[in-house]
């Protein structure tokens, strides 16, 4: 062997032995590569039209909804409510523990009752398709109650159902229920009168929605509520009521609280066109001037019709159900704005029934 080839058999053993001790361990313990990133944030809709419940992935760059959905959960057809036990759903509500809250509509679209549907169904967040809650409140919990839940918001330690029929109320639940099924009350509380359509929490309070009509003039108000000792013993006082011309509710449906504590409702208004979110601090009390309005008589742009479910990001986004298209509108909107974008959930979605969405519910999902 000469000189130069075994100059040349050194080079190849020493690059082999380099080769070997800088990749050998990344071949046995790859690089994990940099942490995944916040799981994308949800948007939850209950659809009564369809007996559907949505849920939209929502874009981290522009806050915008994601279509198609990434997941449903489909009741069955009519006369059968199947495994899922969704029958019109018309209000969700989403905790931060990562559990969903659904209130089922008990009466059929003739007003006959389902006797076999259950009012309250709770799934665990991130799942979809032909599943069963993982629990259910049942109809003989609330009596004749059942017919007039139209509203559910949930806390961290109880769920709120507003009860619209047989005098207005509010009544409060356990989260889940207990074995035997009969924990369901832990708290009531009747107000003099009206209609309650809207509930929502934030905290150790909640505020809600109520019409009355004295002398057949309606009147609009918003009531906010702390959580306090004589809560179940049926008797609260609201420690701030929104009502009065300034404050611009106008036969209002729904209201949810924004990051900051702020408070949005959305309103049918006066016809075709005239529907609007209306927004308050969180201090706002009497005749108060609201903060925003988005849309209103008169409205061009906006063209918000019946709007009902409400729900708004972590960044301030609002999210509005309007009949069968949900409308996004950048925070702090204000005035006769168009939205940033509208998904129609008839033609975007394609689902045969005709859409007709009654609850909204922001979530960010748990790493």
Not at 176 to 193: E, I, K, T, V
Not at 297 to 304: A, D, E, M, W
């Amino acid at each position: 062997m000469t000189l130069l080839h075994l100059a040349l058999v050194v080079v190849i053993f020493v690059l082999v032995v380099i080769g070997i001790r800088y990749f050998g361990p990344r071949f046995k313990n790859p690089s994990p590569g940099p942490p995944p990133g916040p799981a994308p944030r949800e948007l939850y809709v209950a659809d009564e039209g369809d007996t559907a419940i949505w849920v939209f992935g929502i874009d981290d760059f522009n806050s915008t909804l994601q279509v198609p959905p990434v997941r449903n959960i489909i009741g069955g057809a009519l006369g059968d409510v199947g495994q899922t036990q969704l029958r019109y759903p018309i209000d969700i509500s989403v905790d931060g523990g990562g559990t969903v809250f659904v209130l089922n509509q008990i009466l059929d679209r003739d007003g006959s009752p389902l006797p076999q549907v259950s009012p309250v169904l709770i799934f665990p967040a991130g799942r979809g398709g032909n599943i069963a809650p993982f629990a259910a409140w049942d109809q003989t919990v609330f009596g004749a109650n059942v017919p007039g839940c139209l509203a559910v918001s949930s806390n961290p330690n109880s769920l709120l159902l507003g009860v619209a029929s047989g005098g207005p109320s509010v009544e409060q639940l356990d989260k889940f229920p207990q074995q035997p099924n009969n924990h369901a009350l832990p708290g009531s509380f009747a107000l003099d009168a009206g209609f309650i359509t809207g509930i929502a929490s934030k905290g150790p309070s909640f505020a809600l929605v109520l019409t009355t009509q004295p002398e057949n003039q309606p009147q609009y108000s918003v009531l906010f509520f702390a959580f306090t000792p004589d809560f179940g013993n049926g008797a609260a006082n609201p420690s701030q009521t929104i009502t009065g011309p300034k404050s611009l509710l106008n036969r209002p449906q729904r209201i949810t609280f924004g990051p900051d504590g702020s408070m949005y409702v959305t309103n049918w208004g006066d016809g075709e066109g005239s529907g609007s979110v209306t927004v308050y601090t969180p201090d706002a009390n009497g005749n108060f001037q609201l903060a925003h309005r988005i849309g209103g008589p008169g409205s061009i742009n906006s063209r918000l019709s019946q709007p009902t479910g409400i729900a708004v990001g972590d960044d301030g986004t609002i999210y509005v159900a309007d009949v069968s298209q949900i409308k996004v509108f950048p925070a702090n909107s204000d005035g006769d704005v168009a939205p940033s974008q509208t998904v129609n959930m008839n033609t975007d979605i394609g689902m045969p029934l005709g859409a007709e969405i009654t609850g909204l519910a922001f979530h960010i999902p748990k790493q």
